[in-house]
């Protein structure tokens, strides 16, 4: 069965420092990869996808994800976060069902 | 993602009780999908229906039921076999189903008591 890992359970960073957060799935075909976020008291919302294409893929508010087939990854990238980017990141792999990780929580500190 | 709606936001539940969360979407998406979030585990799907009148077990279906009798709605029955039911419970949509983006609801949050 596919798998999706997510390598940090809770990152904590001050503001204007980079953020990555890394994501392997098990699946060895053609995938479909994403990114969701989901702020406190909001619902989950998407922030970017990879269906196909050049492998960088840019998402709202300055995220961005590089796909790596080698390495079964898609890690997600922000090179200054704010404070209002404290949230749950979930990275999601469909390969003809949705299978989550278990996700991050990112703490920014002003 | 304002186009669907999940009500109510928060509810409460005596042990032994069904009860049934709402799910409704106007965004004419055939799929609709029902996730159970729980702290360190990420989302896992219940159960999810293509289209009208047909729907498929997901991951963990035991002690939940669903209906599909109208596209734009898609309820969750919580029923009394379900062990540990307490969660928090996201409806999402997709255009078509399989690899289609997922949009999800405001979620619902079940405590039994």
């Known amino acids: 069965a596919q798998s999706v890992s997510q390598h940090n359970h809770h990152v904590i960073l001050s503001e204007a420092a980079s953020l990555e957060l890394g994501c392997n799935y098990s699946y060895g075909g053609t995938v479909n990869l994403f990114w969701y976020v989901q702020y406190p008291g909001q619902h989950l919302q998407l922030l970017l996808k990879y269906f196909s294409g050049d492998p960088l893929v840019k998402g709202i508010k300055g995220f961005e994800a590089e796909f790596i087939k080698s390495k079964f990854s898609f890690n997600l990238r922000k090179p200054s976060v704010q404070w209002s980017d404290t949230a749950e990141y979930f990275c999601a792999v469909n390969v003809g069902k949705l299978s989550f990780g278990a996700g991050t929580t990112v703490t920014v500190r002003a | 993602d304002g186009g669907i709606t999940q009500s109510p936001k928060y509810l409460f539940r005596k042990e032994g009780q069904n009860v049934t969360l709402s799910c409704e979407q106007n965004?004419?998406?055939?799929?609709m999908y029902w996730y159970r979030q729980d702290p360190g585990q990420g989302l896992r799907l219940i159960y999810y229906?293509?289209?009208?009148?047909?729907?498929q077990k997901g991951d963990i279906a035991e002690g939940y039921s669903v209906s599909r009798e109208k596209k734009e709605s898609f309820p969750l029955t919580v029923t009394s076999a379900q062990k540990n039911p307490t969660a928090f419970y996201l409806c999402?949509?997709?255009?078509?189903?399989?690899?289609?983006?997922?949009?999800f609801g405001p979620g619902t949050r079940l405590t039994v008591l």
């Open positions: 965004l004419n998406h055939d799929a």
């Open positions: 999402a949509s997709s255009i078509g189903s399989g690899t289609d983006t997922q949009y």
């Open positions: 229906s293509q289209i009208v009148n047909d729907f």
